[in-house]
Structures are given as structure tokens and as C-alpha cells.
């Protein structure tokens, strides 16, 4: 892709969107480094459908960018299931005051991940492969915060996600515009791991002329998680809370 042309879009796109202040030169150019190593990558790894310019800006950098605004400063943050890694390389891009540990039980996508922290240098970017129901033994209640995006309906990852995040802290379930069905199915499940609904964030992010609809549904950790949880995943499949 040609440079100039990707971060002048991605410029126009961030500012769009209400989001400018997230981008300085330093962060739009190894955003397009990004953009480079994931396309490079994603010809003999299968990482991401998404591989155009405008779908990677709106779809992978403004989707991942458009939850800083729920993330306090300083925070310790877990992305469940990162994939390729969003939305925690872009948020360890453009938030160099998080510290973000990628996690994901799929050893190709933590290798890309841990590639694209290296050659980006990348300091307040971790990666792990792991389970998030093993990984949760010696990380149980440790984050300020614990997001996923698109990895599984909300009733089944509150229970893979809540216990992680610390009494006080917040679980950012990124979902697309059709999140109310969901949150309805894991209210009772959700309460029961120790959470409250805390806001629901909605929005439309656009990128020329193409647009997604999006929702942020954050919720509180207000008491501790029972031990029991997280059961096994296949429990968690088969009988979500």
C-alpha cells in the first residue's frame, strides 16, 4: 500500500470519527507498519479476512481505536481472544500509557502478535497463547480492564473474561449493533460473576463510503468472581450462566 495515501486516510478517518486526538505523526506511521506486516503476514497465514486499505483503517484501527474513551489512564488491560490483534495493538500504539497483554489460544496469531510487538517496538505490549480458562489461575482479578471483540456471544465471554478484571475495574465486550439480544441473555449470568451493567455505547464509525455499526457494552466489577468460574469451555458452551 502506498504510505502517504494510507495515513492520510487515516487521518481523515480518525478525525471523523471524533477520534483525532488518538493519532500524532509517531503513531499514524507505525499504524501503517502495522497495516504492512499484518498484509505481508496474512499471505501465507491465515490472519484476517480484511485485507484493503479502507477495511483495515475502519474495521481493525478505528473498531479497536473507538474503546480508548472507556479505558482509564495507566490501565492494565487483557484482550481475550486478540486474534491478530485487535483491538490490542492498535490500543498499544496509540495508548502508550496502557500495558496490554494480548491473549489467544492460537499459537500463529500470538506469534504474529509478538512479531508485530518487536519489530514495532512495541514495550507496553505482552502476547500469550493460552486458554483464557487456564490462563485465569495466576491473573485471576489482576486487570483494570478486560476487552474482546467478536469472539464469542456475551453470555458465554463474561464468564471468560469478568474474572480477570479487578473489583472496581471494567469488562468492555466489543459486539456489533445487535448487542441488546445478547446483554438481555447474560444479565442474571453476568451478576452471578460479580458484574453490573455500567454504560452501553453506541456508535456509527464511517471510512469514505463504507460504515459499521458498532456498541461498547462496558460493565463494573463490583464484587468478586466466585472460584468456580471459569468452568471448562465446553462446560461454558454447553450451559452458559
Not at 484493503?52 to 474495521?59: N, Q, S
Not at 483494570?144 to 471468560?160: F, G, I, K, P, W
Request: aromatic letters at 6%; one cysteine or more.
Amino acid at each position: 500500500m502506498e504510505r502517504q495515501k494510507f495515513i492520510n486516510l487515516l487521518y481523515k478517518t480518525f478525525e471523523e470519527n471524533g477520534m483525532k486526538n488518538l493519532l500524532d505523526d509517531k503513531s499514524a506511521e507505525i499504524l501503517c507498519e502495522f497495516a504492512d506486516l499484518l498484509v505481508e503476514t496474512n499471505k501465507h497465514t491465515n490472519l484476517t479476512a480484511i485485507t484493503d486499505e479502507k477495511g483495515i483503517i475502519l474495521k481493525h484501527f478505528a473498531d479497536s481505536a473507538a474503546i480508548s474513551r472507556h479505558i482509564p489512564q495507566g490501565a492494565s488491560v487483557l484482550d481475550v481472544g486478540c486474534g491478530a490483534g485487535f483491538p490490542s495493538v492498535p490500543l498499544a500504539i496509540i495508548r502508550k500509557d496502557l500495558a496490554i497483554t494480548s491473549l489467544d489460544s492460537t499459537g500463529k496469531k500470538i506469534d504474529f502478535v509478538l512479531s508485530a510487538k518487536e519489530k514495532l517496538g512495541l514495550e507496553n505490549l505482552n502476547a500469550v497463547c493460552a486458554r483464557a480458562e487456564d490462563f485465569v489461575d495466576l491473573n485471576r482479578e489482576s486487570f483494570d480492564v478486560c476487552t474482546s471483540r467478536a469472539v464469542a456471544r456475551l453470555n458465554v465471554l463474561a464468564e471468560l473474561c469478568v474474572p480477570f478484571v479487578r473489583v472496581g475495574g471494567l469488562f468492555v465486550a466489543m459486539k456489533s449493533d445487535k448487542g441488546a439480544e445478547e446483554a438481555a441473555e447474560a444479565e442474571e449470568g453476568i451478576k452471578k460473576l460479580g458484574a453490573a451493567s455500567a454504560e452501553i455505547s453506541a456508535y456509527r464509525l464511517t471510512c469514505e463510503d463504507m460504515a459499521i455499526e458498532r456498541e461498547a457494552r462496558i460493565y463494573k466489577k463490583t464484587a468478586l468472581t466466585p472460584k468456580q468460574y471459569p468452568r471448562k469451555y465446553s462446560q461454558i458452551l454447553k450451559k452458559p450462566l
